[in-house]
């Protein structure tokens, strides 16, 4: 990953400025946030992450580091269901964040890991017992091993272990990121998985990875080329026909779709419809990940409807962000945007709409 010392030190000072800010208004006086007392945990996160110890213990054999050179977060299940009581979150859909499993030496390797975070999601967290604290609190988006875009082997590799994840485990989806060592998605090296994907009316989620080059700005990834990551690979697909040619894909965008609201339509000037609205972008769905405020959530209005945005917080990395954040609410700035009957929807409804397995895991269904 490029400047990586760099976006350490930026990415560190960001952080300790958040965790300052947070420490001084508790010691100001403010009571350490509780979620509401006698209130049932009812949102659904549909970007949340987790880092089992397998994972982290096999990014620091190959010595890799995560999101812009800093060591992942700490992660427990037990540590996320307390995140999620505190700000009334009944379930989080996991998904592994950057780097995902391309650091991995090879074909085999990949493919192992992929299946071991598969199966740990689904036995070690949705398949846990009635009397256990993590019944009914996970859901999971599907790990892929793909590390190599261009092996044709890797990819089919990556469609049967879709198949296996969603038809055998009963995942909630799958999670793809925006390139692969530079082949973003869109590419037709990737078609027989998007036609997999399309066979199965899957909901996949679109998370960001460092782009493979940058300029040397000192701001780490997250910052800026995360959003312009899904940005790129979002209007890649849109002139590659991906949108259309795979038409039962439901694509949900990390982060409000990066800045895919605000630039649909000049990104979407040389394509067959003009009109943003009417162009398939509107299809697509969109998470509150660090991107709750109003002006990020006005843009993806304008593109599509309410019943597209879907509540993220990003967990674990985004944390210490969440320290001011009024009592029971990890995204108190949505209600900027929507009134009370549509924050229900992005809270919950509209998870469940889309995610029928979770639905029904949850008996709502």
């Not at 994907?197 to 909901?203: E, Q, R, T």
């Amino acid at each position: 990953m490029p400047n990586t010392n760099h976006a350490v030190m930026a990415r560190r000072r960001v952080l300790t400025s958040t965790f300052t800010m947070g420490a001084a208004a508790v010691l100001g006086g403010l009571a350490p946030l509780t979620a509401q007392a006698g209130v049932a945990p009812s949102r659904i996160d549909v970007h949340a992450h987790l880092i089992p110890d397998f994972y982290r213990e096999a990014l620091k054999a190959y010595n890799v580091p995560n999101d812009g050179g800093l060591p992942p977060p700490a992660w427990t299940p037990e540590a996320a269901v307390r995140f999620m009581d505190k700000f009334g979150i009944q379930t989080q859909v996991v998904s592994l964040s950057e780097p995902g499993l391309g650091f991995l030496p090879d074909a085999e390797s990949r493919d192992l890991m992929a299946r071991q975070i598969n199966d740990y999601i689904r036995q070690s967290l949705m398949g846990a017992s009635a009397y256990s604290s993590l019944h009914r609190r996970f859901g999971g988006f599907a790990s892929l091993p793909l590390g190599r875009a261009d092996d044709p082997q890797e990819v089919e590799q990556s469609a049967q272990e879709a198949l296996r994840a969603l038809n055998v485990l009963g995942l909630d989806g799958v999670g793809l990121y925006s390139n692969y060592k530079g082949i973003y998605l869109g590419d037709p090296r990737l078609d027989p998985l998007m036609r997999t994907l399309d066979k199965l009316g899957a909901l996949v989620f679109i998370h960001p990875v460092a782009p493979p080059a940058g300029p040397d700005l000192s701001i780490p990834n997250f910052v800026l080329e995360f959003p312009f990551e899904t940005t790129r690979a979002v209007t890649n697909m849109l002139y590659k026909g991906i949108f259309w040619r795979y038409p039962n894909i439901r694509w949900l965008l990390a982060h409000a779709g990066g800045t895919i609201p605000f630039l649909s339509y000049r990104s979407a000037l040389l394509a067959l419809n003009l009109n943003p609205r009417k162009s398939s972008y509107a299809k697509l769905f969109f998470d509150t990940a660090l991107s709750a405020a109003p002006p990020a959530m006005a843009a993806v209005r304008q593109i599509t409807e309410v019943s597209h945005v879907l509540l993220g917080t990003d967990y674990p990395y985004s944390q210490l962000t969440y320290a001011l954040k009024l009592p029971g609410d990890p995204n108190s700035e949505l209600n900027d945007t929507f009134n009370a009957t549509e924050r229900q929807l992005v809270d919950r409804g509209n998870a469940l709409a889309q995610l029928p397995n979770l639905a029904k895991r949850l008996g709502t269904k």
